[in-house]
Nanobody, 127 residues
Framework: QVQLVESGGGLVQAGGSLRLSCAAS????????MAWFRQAPGKEREFVAG????????YYADSVKGRFTISRDNAKNTVYLQMNSLKPEDTAVYYC????????????????????WGQGTQVTVSS
């Protein structure tokens, strides 16, 4: 089984930056695509960014393109989300997720594609 733990959330002003980290346990980390989702109060969980198991392809929601960057360090079993130019609309609980399958060609962009989830970390952006 895969266990994920997020960290790095906090309170920042609009225009500021945060870097989220997701530490993963399990020997198959390097074989799975990873993603970040977020969920604001009263809203559905939505895809934010994803990275292929091999690391050469990344995908972003339109709302964060040009501002967020997802990356991974397989040697450390960690995936990151660098968040710049933050907006109040980015306020949400951010979740790390691991693909339910190994070596998939396409990075899933829905919750159904992910079988493992972290507990979430709160990101609050003040105006």
């Amino acid at each position: 089984q895969v266990q994920l733990v997020e960290s790095g959330g906090g309170l920042v002003q609009a225009g500021g930056s945060l870097r989220l980290s997701c530490a993963a346990s399990g020997r198959t980390f390097s074989s799975r695509s990873m993603a970040w989702f977020r969920q604001a109060p009263g809203k559905e969980r939505e895809f934010v960014a994803g990275i292929r198991w091999s690391g050469e392809s990344t995908y972003y929601a339109d709302s964060v393109k040009g501002r967020f960057t997802i990356s991974r360090d397989n040697a450390k079993n960690t995936v990151y989300l660098q968040m710049n130019s933050l907006k109040p609309e980015d306020t949400a609980v951010y979740y790390c997720a691991a693909d339910k399958s190994w070596y998939t060609l396409v990075v899933p962009v829905t919750t159904h594609g992910y079988g493992y989830w972290g507990q979430g970390t709160q990101v609050t952006v003040s105006s």
